[in-house]
């Protein structure tokens, strides 16, 4: 199997089944995204996601609360679906296609990760006994970002005769919504109104405005037929229909490229105007140049982002497959993050959570470091927004990010297990550490790291207070959220006492570098300087010495243990079938919380302790979160249990191809493919980035021969090898780099490129 295709053959057409190929083969770029629906549309009776999304592009909804309290949400962003530009039906002589009448000879969709598109055949019988090839290639160009680009293909097989494809352009369009599942929106809702549709020649545009949130958005189209037909474009009410014409010969093919772009009035001032530039520079490029600098941009992608398993080609697909995703999911501007779901579909509204920096941004930082950057950018051009929230809560200085967002306004309507996750903060600050250590890049930390750092360790001292001694965090929600509002979470107090220790290390570092500017800039004094290192001294840290284990918080322990393998396998996931209240007053996690911690600051209190909390935890969490298989395995790694390492991986690394959540039709899981990555590299391959440099111990699992995969440090690219008797390393980009493979050093320059150790020098 080629390890950059994904293939499905004889395409099922039962509902769940087209639903999941809409998220799995959609097309995004980070900027836009368009669910993979069959052009031609579906049989009646069965429903589609019909989606085109804007990252960033949001209205504002309605999220009353059931009592007006000060300081609660009352209304949320909401990413909407913005136009329907995919749609072209076929007739041919007089008979329409669809996948649901005639006879459907061969059915494949094809996603090549190295080209950039998505590829649908069909071979089609019609019910006269007519038989066609259709062939629709589609890509959302990573370089012409408001690109969206429909290549539609048609081979007439056994017949000659009249051909008619009509290609609408629909800006009345409304976002899904489901009233029986809390992760998705509660009731549909028209929030685009069209304020302008016009055609002009072969193209049309539709200009249409939010109804809250003041923004707007252009959607253009051209279409280009390969053979001179006869063609026309009208304006139908809101909607534009281009009909084309013509003749087809027995074993004639003949095209049609649809462009789409896409202009919003968050990054261009007059979103019309835009559409028309770009349109006009777009449909003069051949096409076949468009799929070349597509292909060109994935060459350099994949070049920094090698990831193969050695003796597993479904898997090493699979893997490729979660990591394309993350590029098409990724914002590479102030004005945009990674939803949850990414660009595949309408799951938790499009907001952007603490997944981006724990889960995902990461992997951008050992591949694509602008990349990750840019998602710490947006997080510096909301940093305004954030401290205007702490003082909503009752903060008289530092900043708190919102729980879930998209332009920077808290939109959690639930606090307990929203906006009460404080450690966010303790997120951001840790993902800018991550990208300074992984790239060296102080001026970044000078222009906008520091204020991250510095604003959400100004919040934690606000937050917390001494009490007998130590410095505590009280009423807080950790990452579990079937256990909330609770007192010092162990994962929130480590993570707060890491944001505040870099918080004093970031103004050393930047002091010493000659960056006083940056640092006067925050008005940051020594005497807030020791405030934040003592409190990250006392930092309270709960431990059960009885036990020898570490407590999720101060009275997790003193809970009765919910009976996980006793509840039927039809009650999962809890938060569907339990009353929050109830799933708080036991001892059942939804996902890694300690756990979490042990992989971010180490064991605290010794290896034997973890292994203690790992088996005990292991035993009462649900995982009915994507975010918590991937933390299990690359804490076991941790631990050297590669074979329960490598059992949470395999049930992570195809979750969305093999719908494991049964929820993949709401959209990709954005932060399981991030963190299948980091089971890969940072758990199998004991990646680690520490202020002294970079840290490789690798150790194959059992079922793999071995593994190899590139990772960036500090401009330097660097390829790792392991199999069962060790690891080699080699500089493949870069004049030199130093690096610590099985606990010994090695330094790597042209001259001498590459090293090797054995596995057993780390025994």
């Known amino acids: 199997m080629n390890n950059k295709v994904y293939r499905v053959l004889d395409l099922n057409l039962s509902q769940q089944e087209l639903l999941v190929n809409e998220t799995l083969f959609h097309n995004a770029n980070g900027y836009l995204g368009v669910r993979s629906c069959f052009e031609e549309g579906y049989a009646p009776g069965l429903n589609s996601v019909r989606g085109t999304y804007i990252n960033g592009f949001y209205d504002i909804a309605?999220?009353?609360?059931?009592?007006?309290?000060?300081?609660?949400?009352?209304?949320?962003?909401?990413?909407?679906?913005?136009?329907?530009?995919?749609?072209?039906?076929?007739?041919v002589c007089g008979e329409t296609f669809s996948m649901f009448q005639g006879e459907v000879l061969e059915s494949e969709r094809i996603l090549d990760m190295k080209a950039g598109i998505t590829t649908r055949r069909v071979v089609w019988r019609s019910p006269a006994g007519r038989e066609i090839e259709i062939t629709v290639n589609r890509m959302a160009s990573f370089l012409r970002k408001p690109l969206f680009l429909i290549d539609y293909r048609i081979k007439a097989l056994n017949f000659g005769g009249p051909v008619t494809l009509t290609s609408t352009h629909n800006a009345?369009?409304?976002?899904?919504?489901?009233?029986?599942?809390?992760?998705?929106?509660?009731?549909?809702?028209?929030?685009?109104?069209?304020?302008?549709?016009?055609?002009?020649?072969?193209?049309?545009?539709?200009?249409?405005?939010?109804?809250?949130?003041?923004?707007?958005?252009?959607?253009?189209?051209?279409n280009l037929p390969s053979k001179p037909c006869r063609k026309e474009t009208c304006r139908e009410g809101n909607a534009a229909n281009c009909r084309?014409?013509?003749?087809?010969?027995?074993?004639?093919?003949?095209?049609?490229?649809?462009?789409?772009?896409?202009?919003?009035?968050?990054?261009?001032?007059?979103?019309?105007?835009?559409?028309?530039?770009?349109?006009?520079?777009?449909?003069?490029?051949?096409?076949?140049?468009?799929?070349?600098?597509?292909?060109?941009?994935?060459?350099?992608?994949?070049?920094?982002?090698?990831?193969?398993?050695?003796?597993?080609?479904?898997?090493?697909?699979?893997?490729?497959?979660?990591?394309?995703?993350?590029?098409?999911s990724a914002g590479r501007d102030r004005y945009s993050g990674i939803a949850s779901k990414g660009l595949s579909g309408e799951g938790y509204e499009g907001h952007y959570f603490w997944d981006t920096e724990m889960y995902i941004l990461p992997f951008f930082a050992l591949t694509n470091p602008e990349i990750a950057k840019s998602l710490l950018s947006y997080r510096y051009a909301t940093l305004d927004k954030a401290k205007e929230n702490a003082r909503?809560?009752?903060?008289?200085?530092g900043a708190l990010f919102p729980w879930r967002t998209i332009s920077g306004r808290e939109c959690s309507g639930y606090f307990p297990a929203g906006t009460a996750q404080y450690h966010i903060n303790g997120d951001i600050a840790y993902a800018t550490a991550t990208y300074w250590l992984a790239t060296g890049d102080i001026d970044y930390i000078a222009s906008e790291g520091l204020a991250l750092i510095i604003e959400t360790a100004r919040l934690w001292i606000d937050l917390g207070c001494w009490y007998r001694g130590s410095f505590r965090l009280n009423d807080v929600t950790g990452p579990d959220e079937?256990?909330?509002?609770?007192?010092?979470?162990?994962?929130?107090?480590?993570?707060?006492?890491?944001?505040?220790?870099?918080?004093?290390?970031?103004?050393?570092?930047?002091?010493?570098?000659?960056?006083?500017?940056?640092?006067?800039?925050?008005?940051?004094?020594?005497?807030?300087?020791?405030?934040?290192?003592?409190a990250a001294d006392g930092m309270y840290l709960p431990y059960d010495s009885e036990r020898g284990i570490i407590p999720q918080d101060d009275s997790f322990l003193s809970k009765p243990v919910w009976d996980v393998p006793g509840t039927p396998r039809e009650q999962f996931p809890l938060l569907l079938h339990y009353h929050p209240l109830h799933l708080?007053?036991?001892?059942?996690?939804?996902?890694?919380?300690?756990?979490?911690?042990?992989?971010?600051?180490?064991?605290?209190?010794?290896?034997?302790?973890?292994?203690?909390?790992?088996?005990?935890?292991?035993?009462?969490?649900?995982?009915?979160?994507?975010?918590?298989?991937?933390?299990?395995?690359?804490?076991?790694?941790?631990?050297?249990?590669?074979?329960?390492?490598?059992?949470?991986?395999?049930?992570?690394?195809?979750?969305?191809?093999?719908?494991?959540?049964?929820?993949?039709?709401?959209?990709?899981?954005?932060?399981?493919?991030?963190?299948?990555?980091?089971?890969?590299v940072h758990g199998f391959g004991g990646l680690r980035i520490r202020e002294d440099g970079l840290h490789l111990a690798p150790a194959v699992p059992e079922p793999w021969e071995g593994f190899r995969f590139s990772v960036t440090f500090h401009g330097n690219r660097i390829l790792v090898e392991a199999d069962k008797n060790g690891c080699g390393c080699t500089l493949t980009e870069g004049e030199s780099v130093s690096l610590t493979l099985y606990g010994r050093e090695y330094r790597l320059d042209r001259a001498r490129p590459s090293c090797r150790a054995a596995l057993e020098a780390s025994k």
């Open 62 to 91: 309605p999220m009353k609360q059931a009592e007006t309290l000060f300081g609660l949400v009352e209304d949320k962003e909401v990413m909407l679906n913005v136009a329907d530009t995919q749609s072209v039906s076929l007739k």
């Open 172 to 222: 009345e369009v409304m976002n899904f919504a489901d009233k029986c599942d809390p992760r998705l929106a509660q009731s549909a809702i028209r929030q685009l109104s069209v304020t302008s549709c016009e055609v002009r020649g072969d193209e049309s545009y539709i200009v249409s405005a939010t109804n809250q949130s003041g923004l707007s958005v252009c959607s253009g189209v051209k």
């Open 244 to 328: 084309m014409e013509t003749d087809i010969r027995a074993g004639e093919t003949i095209s049609l490229a649809k462009y789409t772009v896409l202009t919003d009035s968050r990054r261009f001032a007059d979103c019309r105007a835009a559409a028309l530039r770009e349109m006009a520079r777009t449909a003069a490029v051949p096409l076949q140049e468009l799929y070349d600098e597509q292909r060109a941009y994935l060459d350099t992608f994949w070049k920094n982002a090698v990831l193969e398993i050695d003796g597993d080609a479904d898997l090493t697909c699979a893997v490729n497959y979660n990591l394309y995703q993350l590029l098409q």
């Open 392 to 397: 909503r809560l009752g903060h008289g200085q």
């Open 482 to 534: 079937y256990t909330c509002m609770v007192n010092n979470n162990y994962y929130t107090n480590v993570c707060a006492q890491y944001n505040l220790r870099w918080a004093v290390k970031a103004v050393k570092l930047l002091r010493e570098s000659g960056f006083d500017d940056a640092v006067e800039k925050l008005r940051v004094t020594d005497e807030e300087l020791k405030a934040f290192a003592e």
């Open 584 to 680: 708080y007053r036991y001892q059942v996690c939804k996902q890694a919380d300690t756990i979490l911690a042990f992989f971010m600051f180490g064991f605290g209190r010794g290896y034997d302790a973890a292994v203690r909390s790992f088996d005990y935890y292991e035993r009462i969490t649900t995982h009915d979160s994507s975010l918590s298989l991937c933390v299990f395995s690359m804490v076991a790694s941790m631990l050297k249990n590669h074979e329960k390492a490598y059992a949470y991986f395999g049930n992570s690394a195809m979750l969305d191809l093999k719908n494991t959540y049964g929820n993949t039709k709401d959209g990709i899981h954005t932060a399981n493919m991030g963190g299948l990555y980091m089971s890969i």
